[in-house]
Each structure stands twice: as C-alpha cells, then as structure tokens.
C-alpha cells in the first residue's frame, strides 16, 4: 500500500471509521451494468434511477478526479428510544450527514481538512453520497451487499458510507472476510411489508415503505400499500431486524445529540398535534428527506399508521384532524373515520 494511501486510512480510523478503502475511479466502470440489470428486473424504476449514470462518468463533472476514498462508519452504537422502534427507522433517529452537533459530522469535516493538509484536492456530498456508495465500498472490500440490498461489514448493516474524491491516483484495498447469505435464507424478503424486495438483491423503489414514507406516498388514501405501511411514519426498518446477520449487532453505548429531548415530543399523538411551525423548524431539518413544503405528511403518515392499528384513544386525533390547516391531512381524517367506521 502506498504510503499516503496507508496515512489516509489510518487517519480515518483515528477518527473513528469503522473501515477505509481506496479505489481508482475506473473501478466504477461495471456500476453502468448492475444499473442496466436493475432497469431490466423493474423498468418502472428507470425515472428513478437514470439519474445514478453520473456516477459512472464522474470524471465528466470531475475532470481532475482520479480516486475515491469510501469509509463505513457504525452507528449501531446509539441508544434509540423504545418507543419510537417502528414509527421511524432508526438510520433517520441518529442520521449524523447535515447534523452539526453530532460528533460523526465532525469527526467527518476533520478527516476531510486531513486530506486537504496532505495537499489533496477533495470533493464530496453529504446528503446522498458524491457516488454509489455501495458499490465503491464493495469495491474496496470494506463489505458485502446482501440480499437485502444493504451493505454489511462484520458490524452488521447499521452502518453508513461516505466517499470523497481526489485528485491522485491511490489503492486500498481490503479482502472481505464476511461470510456470503445462507443459500436458502429469505426472511428479508418474506418480512418485506409490500414485497418491495421481490428477490434477492432487488428492490422496487416505488413500493418500498421507507419510500412511501418519504418520497412517494402522496394520496394515502388511495395508496395501494397504505395497509401494508404499518406503523411506520418514517422510513422502514423490516428487512435489517429481521436479518440473522445482524443479530447482536447493535450496541447501544452512546447517545446520540438531542435524540431523547425530541424523542419527548414524538408519538402519533402528538404529530397530529404539532403546529406548522414545529414541523418546520424542528422536525424537517432532523428528518429532511419530506421538504419544509411538505411536512404535512407527517400528519398523514400519523393517521395511516392509527388506521393500521387502531386504539380508541386515536379516535379524538383523528377528528381532531379534520379541522387541520391543510387540505391533505383533512382529507385522510375523513378517510380515516370511514375507514374505521368511527
């Protein structure tokens, strides 16, 4: 290993990266096939997904690129609230990428200014990655995918990736010493509440429930899945739980900056009651995947999740609703209390 592809990833692991890897821009080349493999299983996420060639042409919008360093950092170490398990997937409880007061942002700006003092250039994207994330970290032999689609290292899957391109060409590779799927296991894809994940390795966006929750999901009252969305009111958890490669995986050690503070003013309940303003200034810039636009989702999201398991003390919420600011949420009040006959 080159000796500053060595101080790169040392430094990294000082600064708390579970893993480290370098891989040459080139080695992004076969993304463009699984990506055409994937379109091919499931054409309907072609819109969705057309947007992922760039990564495979990075030099296009990066002339000077020339490496990627990928890193893996755990976050199964937090304490998550008991209960907010199955109302909001627990990546998004203790999502460090735009979170200032987390010590993983900063631990991550750090690493970034190291690369820079050793007279790198550096580019990178916090929110949804500079490149394919997975695909770079595989390459890296930082990990595997499995079945679930999610990447692993010997920690389990509750991890997430970051990347940074640079401007010389380095390598740091690793060779992976996790053991592959059991042949016949499928319990991810049994557990999968819409069969979003249909078969191994395979995904369809438009019916995943962390999608539902987020990106699509916009007419619940008419969303085919609505049922098959459970509790959840962000994001999905199913396939990871399930998983017996991550059994024992998460070690609650740590508490994550302001979790239990706003895990106190969260429970359907009490999103069907927080003003506009809160949704606004509190819980979007946490939860940023629904736009400060669309926060009203969250309401909507709340009265799906009553619907699908019912108690009499929603009741009061739900036509409480009715009388919301927002067309959309009353709307589902009123489907609600049909729906449940109230």
Same mark, same amino acid.
């Given at each position: 290993m080159d000796s500053l592809a060595k101080q790169i990833k040392n430094a990294a692991l000082n600064m708390g990266y579970e893993k480290c890897g370098i891989i040459k821009i080139s080695d992004m080349t076969g993304y463009e096939e699984k990506l055409n493999e994937r379109i091919q299983r499931i054409p309907e996420i072609k819109p969705y997904y057309?947007?992922?060639?760039?990564?495979?042409?990075?030099?296009?919008?990066?002339?000077?690129? /020339?490496?990627?360093?990928?890193?893996?950092?755990?976050?199964?170490?937090?304490?998550?609230?008991?209960?907010l398990?199955?109302?909001?997937?627990?990546?998004?409880?203790?999502?460090?990428?735009?979170?200032?007061?987390?010590?993983?942002?900063?631990?991550s700006l750090k690493f970034e200014a190291y690369m820079q003092e050793l007279g790198l250039k550096t580019a990178t994207e916090r929110k949804f990655?500079?490149?394919?994330?997975?695909w770079a970290a595989l390459k890296a032999g930082l990990g595997i995918v499995r079945k679930n689609n999610f990447f692993y290292t010997e920690s389990g899957s509750w991890a997430y990736l970051e990347a940074w391109l640079i401007d010389k060409e380095l390598e740091a590779i690793e060779i992976p010493k996790i053991k592959e799927c059991p042949e016949k296991c499928n319990l991810c894809i049994k557990s999968c509440p819409t069969s979003?994940?249909?078969?191994?390795?395979?995904?369809?966006?438009?019916?995943?429930?962390?999608?539902?929750?987020?990106?699509?999901?916009?007419?619940?009252?008419?969303?085919?899945?609505? /049922?098959?969305?459970?509790?959840?009111?962000?994001?999905?958890?199913?396939?990871q739980d399930?998983?017996?490669?991550? /059994?024992?995986?998460?070690?609650?050690?740590?508490?994550?900056?302001?979790?239990?503070?706003l895990s106190k003013q969260i429970s359907l309940e009490k999103i069907l009651q927080m003003d506009y303003?809160?949704?606004?200034?509190?819980?979007?810039?946490?939860?940023?995947?629904?736009?400060?636009?669309?926060?009203?989702?969250?309401?909507?999201?709340?009265?799906?999740?009553?619907?699908?398991?019912?108690?009499?003390?929603?009741?009061?919420?739900?036509?409480?609703?009715?009388n919301d600011s927002n067309? /959309?949420?009353?709307?589902?009040?009123?489907w609600a209390i049909k729906k449940l006959n109230l």
């Open positions: 057309e947007g992922f060639y760039r990564f495979v042409h990075l030099q296009d919008t990066y002339p000077w690129a /020339k490496s990627i360093v990928i890193c893996v950092r755990q976050y199964g170490k937090y304490n998550i609230p008991e209960h398990e199955g109302l909001i997937a627990k990546y998004y409880l203790v999502d460090s990428r735009r979170d200032e007061n987390s010590e993983d942002f900063q631990d990655g500079i490149t394919a994330l997975r979003s994940l249909s078969e191994p390795y395979t995904m369809n966006r438009s019916s995943c429930v962390s999608c539902l929750t987020t990106w699509e999901g916009w007419d619940l009252p008419h969303e085919k899945f609505n /049922k098959e969305m459970g509790s959840w009111v962000f994001g999905c958890d199913v396939c399930v998983c017996p490669m991550n /059994k024992g995986t998460w070690n609650a050690e740590e508490e994550f900056p302001r979790l239990s503070e303003t809160f949704l606004e200034n509190v819980m979007q810039p946490k939860f940023w995947y629904i736009e400060k636009h669309n926060v009203w989702k969250w309401k909507t999201n709340a009265i799906n999740a009553m619907v699908n398991d019912y108690k009499e003390q929603y009741r009061e919420y739900i036509f409480h609703a009715c067309v /959309k949420v009353r709307e589902m009040a009123e």
